[in-house]
């Protein structure tokens, strides 16, 4: 699968932009990196115990190779802001990309990506599938190389709601395959794509588009080049739909698979932002829906399909790294941009502040040429750490040191010691005013309207017993509060009904989001011109009630 006539075979859209590219000499032994970026995988991979059923040997291997980080957390549970963050080295509180909002060009066009960063400083860079949010979506000159891949194999209309009557039938190979595969009309009604679905497709790995987009970065690791490379692949897989060859689903019986840990009261002790993100389908369908069409074991075996054939196709890239003149020197960085909840606190998909969601997969594997003073394979780290911590942590491999203005931490000193002194908490945030700090032990979610969420994971990994408001837990929860991020740009966030209202420090006029309507919760777009009487009646609430509070419950 991975020869490099299949590479060849495929047609790809590449951007070749270095001869318009301003660049300064790079040192010889400035090492490779490959960057590995994965979306949606939370932490079912076997090295790290999140499913104990999940196939990965290939990143399991990896792991054994250098340092598993088993704190890592995402800066923002969301694609969007959670690379645009990697990519900047910026928070998400200070580039204001806190969506999927997050073109890079349009949002940020005067911030130096990472790939930008590399190129100025020598570097070949390249890069092939999602790396940025959306495949096209990069700063012109952040690559020498760009593959963005092949379309899905399935015709577009296959998944939209308006085409399946009630199902859609795809005629190919003499085959027929209907869509959805689940059965399931779609929770997310207002929009026609229908991506909460799941099941086997009978067809060859090369019709898949992330097989595409791997053997384009294996292609690329068979060739010389004259100065370091930067080399990223991503991945799309898990992301729904969780579509694969149809030998990865039957490795996963639906009949025998184990569903993730569930109580059925775990929304009984949040506060109403909580039960909000548990049950509004933002990102997914809803967990009622699953259950109502008896799909919860099928969904979770195809999860898991989808992540060994991620894990195969990222074994075919190692072993081309493994047998070219790159593998003596050159970093391997393996990451997902934030995690996945298959049903647990009854929710699908992302944009929470709970450990499902937060929790990533890091691997960091030195380049065998590198000596680093106490490094040992097959290390792991349960330090907290963060992805933006990577843009700082690759500036540190490839010899080059970052400006002051990223917000991250250079992890390469725990890669040689994970006990290397470090913070005792990390932060992901999701949406204005709503952040989880984790350490080692607790996990603090803090909502806009001033609720909150404690959850000791020593004893409650899971996060089922909310202790907010345990007497015992009061000083604890001050002292959290004070890492929760400041964000200065706000001056008031609001809660008023489903409403929630961010008054800008600036003066700017309000931002409004209505958190009844289903997309909405995510914040996107600012909605205050549909709304004029709501924005009305809580401008009059502050000025007949002045305060310096900032997070706000008005009455409604």
């Given at each position: 699968?991975?020869?490099?006539?299949?590479?060849?075979?495929?047609?790809?859209?590449?951007?070749?932009?270095?001869?318009?590219?301003?660049?300064?000499?790079?040192?010889?032994?400035?090492?490779?990196?490959?960057?590995?970026?994965?979306?949606?995988?939370?932490?079912?991979?076997?090295?790290?115990?999140?499913?104990?059923?999940?196939?990965?040997?290939?990143?399991?291997?990896?792991?054994?190779?250098?340092v598993?980080?088993?704190?890592?957390?995402?800066?923002?549970?969301?694609?969007?802001?959670?690379?645009?963050?990697?990519?900047?080295?910026?928070?998400?509180?200070?580039t204001?990309?806190?969506?999927?909002?997050?073109?890079?060009?349009?949002?940020?066009?005067?911030?130096?990506?990472?790939?930008?960063?590399?190129?100025?400083?020598?570097?070949?860079?390249?890069?092939?599938?999602?790396?940025?949010?959306?495949?096209?979506?990069?700063?012109?000159?952040?690559?020498?190389?760009?593959?963005?891949?092949?379309?899905?194999?399935?015709?577009?209309?296959?998944?939209?709601s308006?085409?399946?009557?009630p199902?859609?039938?795809?005629?190919?190979?003499?085959k027929?395959?209907?869509?959805?595969?689940?059965?399931?009309?779609?929770d997310?009604?207002?929009?026609?794509?229908?991506?909460?679905?799941?099941?086997?497709?009978?067809?060859?790995?090369?019709?898949f588009?992330?097989?595409?987009?791997?053997?384009?970065g294996?292609?690329?690791?068979?060739?010389?080049?004259?100065?370091?490379?930067?080399?990223?692949?991503?991945?799309?897989?898990?992301?729904?739909?969780?579509?694969?060859?149809k030998?990865?689903?039957?490795?996963?019986?639906?009949?025998?698979?184990?569903?993730?840990?569930?109580?059925?009261?775990?929304?009984?002790?949040?506060?109403?932002?909580?039960?909000?993100?548990?049950?509004?389908?933002?990102?997914?369908?809803?967990?009622?829906?699953?259950?109502?069409?008896?799909?919860?074991?099928?969904?979770?075996?195809?999860?898991?399909?989808?992540?060994t054939?991620?894990?195969?196709?990222?074994?075919?890239?190692?072993?081309?790294?493994?047998?070219?003149?790159?593998?003596?020197?050159?970093?391997?960085?393996?990451?997902?941009?934030?995690?996945?909840?298959?049903?647990?606190?009854?929710?699908?998909?992302?944009?929470?502040?709970?450990?499902?969601?937060?929790?990533?997969?890091?691997?960091?594997?030195?380049?065998r040429?590198?000596?680093?003073?106490?490094?040992?394979?097959?290390?792991?780290?349960?330090?907290?750490?963060?992805?933006?911590?990577?843009?700082p942590?690759?500036?540190?491999?490839?010899?080059?040191?970052?400006?002051?203005?990223?917000?991250?931490?250079?992890?390469?000193?725990?890669?040689?010691?994970?006990?290397?002194?470090?913070?005792?908490?990390?932060?992901?945030?999701?949406?204005?005013?709503?952040?989880?700090?984790?350490?080692k032990?607790?996990?603090?979610?803090?909502?806009?309207?001033?609720?909150?969420?404690?959850?000791?994971?020593?004893?409650?990994?899971?996060?089922?017993?909310?202790?907010?408001?345990?007497?015992?837990?009061?000083?604890?929860?001050?002292?959290?509060?004070?890492?929760?991020?400041?964000?200065?740009?706000?001056?008031?966030?609001?809660?008023?009904?489903?409403?929630?209202?961010?008054?800008?420090a600036?003066?700017?006029?309000?931002?409004l989001?209505?958190?009844?309507?289903?997309?909405?919760l995510?914040?996107?777009?600012?909605?205050?011109?549909?709304?004029?009487?709501?924005?009305?009646?809580?401008?009059?609430?502050l000025?007949?009630?002045?305060?310096?509070?900032?997070?706000?419950?008005?009455?409604?």
């Amino acid at each position: 699968m991975f020869s490099r006539f299949c590479v060849l075979a495929v047609s790809f859209a590449v951007v070749l932009a270095g001869a318009s590219v301003p660049e300064t000499s790079a040192a010889e032994d400035h090492p490779n990196v490959l960057f590995i970026a994965i979306d949606d995988l939370n932490d079912w991979v076997g090295c790290l115990d999140g499913h104990p059923q999940v196939k990965t040997p290939h990143m399991d291997a990896l792991a054994a190779r250098g340092v598993l980080f088993t704190e890592a957390h995402c800066t923002a549970p969301v694609c969007g802001p959670s690379r645009a963050a990697i990519m900047s080295g910026r928070r998400p509180w200070t580039t204001g990309v806190y969506s999927n909002n997050a073109n890079y060009p349009k949002r940020l066009p005067d911030v130096e990506s990472m790939p930008e960063f590399l190129v100025r400083h020598g570097y070949h860079v390249m890069g092939s599938g999602k790396l940025f949010h959306g495949d096209t979506s990069y700063p012109k000159g952040a690559f020498h190389e760009y593959a963005k891949g092949i379309p899905q194999p399935w015709p577009k209309a296959a998944i939209l709601s308006s085409r399946q009557n009630p199902v859609y039938e795809w005629h190919v190979d003499g085959k027929v395959i209907t869509f959805p595969r689940n059965g399931m009309p779609a929770d997310r009604i207002w929009k026609d794509t229908h991506t909460f679905d799941w099941g086997p497709l009978d067809l060859p790995d090369e019709k898949f588009r992330d097989t595409a987009v791997v053997n384009w970065g294996s292609e690329r690791l068979t060739k010389s080049y004259d100065k370091p490379f930067f080399l990223g692949v991503g991945i799309h897989l898990p992301h729904q739909p969780l579509y694969a060859p149809k030998r990865f689903h039957d490795m996963y019986p639906p009949e025998t698979t184990v569903l993730p840990p569930y109580r059925e009261d775990d929304l009984e002790d949040l506060p109403i932002a909580g039960r909000d993100y548990a049950l509004i389908p933002t990102t997914s369908g809803t967990h009622a829906s699953v259950a109502k069409y008896g799909q919860w074991k099928s969904a979770v075996s195809s999860y898991m399909a989808t992540v060994t054939f991620v894990d195969y196709l990222i074994g075919g890239l190692l072993r081309e790294l493994e047998k070219s003149e790159h593998a003596q020197d050159t970093w391997i960085v393996l990451w997902s941009d934030h995690g996945w909840h298959l049903g647990e606190k009854d929710h699908w998909g992302k944009a929470t502040g709970w450990f499902r969601s937060t929790r990533v997969p890091l691997i960091i594997v030195p380049p065998r040429s590198t000596k680093l003073g106490s490094f040992q394979p097959g290390t792991e780290c349960d330090q907290p750490v963060n992805l933006i911590d990577l843009f700082p942590t690759v500036a540190a491999m490839a010899g080059l040191d970052p400006s002051d203005r990223l917000e991250g931490r250079n992890l390469l000193p725990l890669v040689d010691d994970p006990k290397s002194n470090w913070p005792d908490h990390t932060v992901t945030t999701f949406g204005r005013g709503n952040h989880a700090v984790t350490t080692k032990r607790w996990r603090l979610i803090q909502y806009f309207d001033g609720s909150a969420e404690l959850y000791d994971r020593s004893i409650d990994p899971h996060e089922w017993h909310n202790r907010i408001n345990d007497p015992w837990c009061r000083q604890l929860v001050n002292e959290l509060k004070k890492r929760v991020p400041d964000e200065p740009n706000w001056k008031h966030l609001i809660r008023y009904g489903s409403f929630k209202a961010v008054i800008p420090a600036d003066g700017q006029p309000m931002l409004l989001f209505n958190h009844a309507v289903q997309n909405h919760l995510e914040e996107r777009y600012d909605e205050s011109d549909k709304y004029p009487e709501v924005v009305e009646q809580i401008t009059t609430w502050l000025k007949e009630h002045p305060t310096d509070q900032k997070r706000i419950v008005i009455p409604r």
